[in-house]
Nanobody, 128 residues
Framework: EVQLVESGGGLVQAGGSLRLSCAFS????????IGWFRQAPGKEREGVSF????????SYADSVKGRFTISSDNAKNTVYLQMNSLKPEDTAVYYC?????????????????????WGQGTQVTVSS
């Protein structure tokens, strides 16, 4: 059974930093991508950042470029999202998700609809 568990959310002041972790297990595919998404109240879900496990390719939404960094510790089956210079508009529930089709060449890194496995989410609140 594929499982993803997010942690590291919390309340932080604007300009502060948080590091989110996504621990995953149960994958039956050798290569995959992990994405971080977020959803704020009343807004659509947004893809924030993505990383390919095998090739290490990363991608970021324009709204977080230069502030957020995604990384992967393959030995620990954990993906991190380092979030710096946080803004109130970063407030949302952050989810990590896995895409097993990426490693098979059937999906681009940023194809959100191909992320089939999801964690339960972690709340990030940035106060002004």
């Amino acid at each position: 059974e594929v499982q993803l568990v997010e942690s590291g959310g919390g309340l932080v002041q604007a300009g502060g930093s948080l590091r989110l972790s996504c621990a995953f297990s149960g994958f039956t595919f050798d290569d995959y991508a992990i994405g971080w998404f977020r959803q704020a109240p009343g807004k659509e879900r947004e893809g924030v950042s993505f990383i390919g496990r095998g090739d290490g390719i990363t991608s970021y939404a324009d709204s977080v470029k230069g502030r957020f960094t995604i990384s992967s510790d393959n030995a620990k089956n954990t993906v991190y999202l380092q979030m710096n210079s946080l803004k109130p508009e970063d407030t949302a529930v952050y989810y990590c998700a896995a895409n097993g089709l990426y490693g098979l060449g059937f999906s681009r890194l940023t194809d959100a609809e191909k992320y089939a496995y999801w964690g339960q989410g972690t709340q990030v609140t940035v106060s002004s």
